[in-house]
């Protein structure tokens, strides 16, 4: 039996690995058993020799428990997704008997993939789709890494991860931290999901989809992103369909990444005029660089100017709203809405914004507009 340590570390291994599965942060581990529904503290992980890997795998759930000895020992606690028999006739899980948790956990994923493939290959409508498969890899394309595919019931889900062509540099914090677990953003991706039907091979454009990374959360555009043109007929060429989403997609991703950094550098040259708090505190949205807020006081109101920048600034102009609240005066009585915010936005015939400004006219339409507002509250 493992010692304590040793347990540890194998599970750390897997939840620190990028490579076993498409997306980050798939592969749950838990004790076995866990007592669900019993009124007593679940064991800690490592207060057992056995766990269990709840491991997410083309949209299904591929469970396994492991009894943590030297050598390892598995039980595959999801038969109908991969039957314990079909691994009578394959080969030991690599350096057995002396097989790592991560050798173990690769293997049999890829005797799951390998398994998938062969239903697949079995369904007489489906048959070229390995073929295809086949091709991408050896184009290439693909690596036997980078897809999952599995049939549950009547249909075949492929899943296919790319990395944008463009080397990015941009990474979130926000989405690093904002978890207090371990964390594995995997970087910069996207994963694209296909599903066929089994009887008959048809794809189903209704359940395509795209998958960005959370570091790509960056970029508000990926989030309604949407294939123009997806129809049946284009995914009866699995290569071209591919080429064609993925060419796409890039696209997209430059584009995003071109619009955050020209949001950036406006917004950041507006904090750092604001960042002493004698005119204004800023508070800046660093995550999606869209928003900024300056707080200061008129004579008789405090104020807070918001400025919006869309996916498509430059070429359209900021968003420009003033919320209001007046300040209490000494002896002055009380009315109902005195203390009120009040919200008004403000058309840009007023505010003065045009097109493809640069920074330097931009941030003097900003000034001018705390100075009208300072004026009139």
Same mark, same amino acid.
């Given at each position: 039996?493992?010692?304590?340590?040793?347990?540890?570390?194998?599970?750390?291994?897997?939840?620190?690995?990028?490579?076993?599965?498409?997306?980050?942060?798939?592969?749950?581990?838990?004790?076995?058993?866990?007592?669900?529904?019993?009124?007593?503290?679940?064991?800690?992980?490592?207060?057992?020799?056995?766990?269990?890997?709840?491991?997410?795998?083309?949209?299904?759930?591929?469970?396994?428990?492991?009894?943590?000895?030297?050598?390892?020992?598995?039980?595959?606690?999801?038969?109908?997704? !991969? +039957?314990?028999?079909?691994?009578?006739?394959? *080969?030991?899980?690599?350096?057995?008997?002396? &097989?790592? $948790? %991560? =050798?173990?956990?690769?293997?049999?994923?890829?005797?799951?993939?390998?398994?998938?493939?062969?239903?697949?290959?079995?369904?007489?409508?489906?048959?070229?789709?390995?073929?295809?498969?086949?091709?991408?890899?050896?184009?290439?394309?693909?690596?036997?890494?980078?897809?999952?595919?599995?049939?549950?019931?009547?249909?075949?889900?492929?899943?296919?991860?790319?990395?944008?062509?463009?080397?990015?540099?941009?990474?979130?914090?926000?989405?690093?931290?904002?978890?207090?677990?371990?964390?594995?953003?995997?970087?910069?991706?996207?994963?694209?999901?296909?599903?066929?039907?089994?009887?008959?091979?048809?794809?189903?454009?209704?359940?395509?989809?795209?998958?960005?990374?959370?570091?790509?959360?960056? !970029? +508000?555009?990926?989030?309604?992103?949407?294939? *123009?043109?997806?129809?049946?007929?284009?995914? &009866?060429? $699995? %290569? =071209?369909?591919?080429?064609?989403?993925?060419?796409?997609?890039?696209?997209?991703?430059?584009?995003?990444?071109?619009?955050?950094?020209?949001?950036?550098?406006?917004?950041?040259?507006?904090?750092?005029?604001?960042?002493?708090?004698?005119?204004?505190?800023?508070?800046?949205?660093?995550?999606?660089?869209?928003?900024?807020?300056?707080?200061?006081?008129?004579?008789?109101?405090?104020?807070?100017?918001?400025?919006?920048?869309?996916?498509?600034?430059?070429?359209?102009?900021?968003?420009?709203?003033?919320?209001?609240?007046?300040?209490?005066?000494?002896?002055?009585?009380?009315?109902?809405?005195?203390?009120?915010?009040?919200?008004?936005?403000?058309?840009?015939?007023?505010?003065?914004?045009?097109?493809?400004?640069?920074?330097?006219?931009?941030?003097?339409?900003?000034?001018?507009?705390?100075?009208?507002?300072?004026?009139?509250?």
């Amino acid at each position: 039996m493992m010692d304590i340590l040793a347990r540890e570390k194998a599970m750390l291994e897997v939840k620190q690995s990028s490579t076993l599965v498409l997306l980050p942060n798939s592969i749950t581990i838990r004790p076995y058993p866990d007592d669900a529904g019993e009124p007593v503290l679940v064991p800690h992980p490592l207060a057992t020799h056995r766990i269990t890997l709840d491991i997410k795998y083309a949209t299904t759930m591929f469970s396994v428990m492991v009894t943590m000895e030297n050598p390892l020992d598995f039980v595959i606690t999801t038969p109908h997704l !991969l +039957p314990m028999k079909y691994l009578d006739d394959k *080969p030991f899980p690599p350096g057995y008997p002396n &097989t790592s $948790l %991560v =050798e173990l956990v690769k293997w049999l994923i890829s005797q799951l993939r390998n398994h998938m493939e062969q239903r697949i290959q079995a369904e007489e409508r489906l048959s070229e789709f390995v073929t295809a498969i086949e091709n991408l890899v050896t184009m290439n394309i693909l690596t036997k890494d980078s897809y999952e595919v599995a049939i549950v019931g009547d249909k075949a889900t492929f899943l296919v991860k790319f990395k944008p062509e463009k080397e990015i540099k941009l990474h979130s914090l926000t989405e690093i931290v904002k978890e207090d677990k371990l964390l594995n953003t995997g970087g910069h991706f996207f994963v694209l999901k296909l599903v066929f039907r089994v009887d008959t091979g048809a794809f189903l454009p209704g359940e395509f989809a795209v998958a960005f990374s959370s570091d790509l959360s960056m !970029l +508000p555009e990926l989030a309604s992103f949407s294939h *123009p043109g997806l129809t049946a007929k284009l995914a &009866t060429d $699995l %290569v =071209e369909f591919l080429m064609s989403v993925k060419d796409t997609v890039d696209k997209t991703i430059v584009s995003a990444v071109d619009g955050w950094e020209a949001r950036a550098r406006l917004l950041l040259q507006l904090f750092s005029i604001f960042d002493g708090g004698e005119l204004a505190v800023p508070y800046l949205d660093s995550h999606t660089m869209s928003v900024m807020d300056l707080a200061f006081q008129a004579k008789e109101r405090k104020c807070l100017l918001k400025i919006e920048l869309g996916p498509d600034f430059p070429e359209t102009v900021p968003k420009v709203t003033v919320f209001t609240m007046m300040l209490p005066t000494e002896g002055a009585r009380e009315t109902r809405g005195s203390g009120g915010i009040k919200e008004i936005a403000i058309s840009n015939d007023k505010v003065g914004f045009q097109p493809n400004m640069d920074q330097s006219e931009n941030v003097e339409v900003v000034l001018k507009v705390i100075n009208k507002i300072a004026e009139k509250f």
